[in-house]
C-alpha cells in the first residue's frame, strides 16, 4: 500500500484547505482511511477516518462541524476539507490505512501511512 498526501500550505484564521491522500497497491474495499496530525512536541493523534466501502465517516471532537473526510473510489483517493482553521490546527496532517477492527482512532490501528504535509494556520 502506498498512500502519498499533499495539499497543506499557510492559510489565514479562518480560511478552508482541502488536503488529498492519493493511494495504491491494494483494492481499498475492506480498508479505512485515516487523517491523523502531529503538531511540533505534540504526539500524533486521530483527526478522522472514513471506512472505504461503506463511506462511514469518523471525527475527533476538536474538528467535528469544521473537517469532512470523504472519499473518490474511482480515483482511489481520500480528502479531508478543512474549514473555519485556527491557529491551533497548524500540524503536519498524515494520512493512514488498514484494515480497522478495533478503535479507529487508534495510531496502532494503521499500518501504512503517507507523508506528512504542513498545514500552517496563521493569526
Known amino acids: 500500500v502506498q498512500l502519498q498526501a499533499f495539499g497543506g500550505g499557510l492559510v489565514q484564521a479562518g480560511g478552508s484547505l482541502r488536503l488529498s491522500c492519493a493511494a495504491s497497491?491494494?483494492?481499498?474495499?475492506?480498508?479505512?482511511m485515516g487523517w491523523f496530525r502531529q503538531a511540533p512536541g505534540k504526539e500524533r493523534g486521530f483527526v478522522a477516518a472514513?471506512?472505504?466501502?461503506?463511506?462511514?465517516?469518523y471525527y475527533a471532537d476538536s474538528v467535528k462541524g469544521r473537517f469532512t473526510i470523504s472519499r473518490d473510489i474511482a480515483k482511489n483517493t481520500v480528502y479531508l476539507r478543512m474549514d473555519s482553521l485556527k491557529p491551533e490546527d497548524t500540524a503536519f496532517y498524515y494520512c493512514?490505512?488498514?484494515?480497522?477492527?478495533?478503535?479507529?482512532?487508534?495510531?496502532?490501528?494503521?499500518?501504512?501511512w503517507g507523508q506528512g504535509t504542513l498545514v500552517t494556520v496563521s493569526s
Open positions: 497497491g491494494r483494492t481499498f474495499t475492506s480498508y479505512t
Open positions: 472514513i471506512r472505504w466501502g461503506a463511506g462511514m465517516t
Open positions: 493512514a490505512a488498514d484494515i480497522v477492527s478495533g478503535r479507529i482512532s487508534e495510531r496502532s490501528q494503521y499500518n501504512y
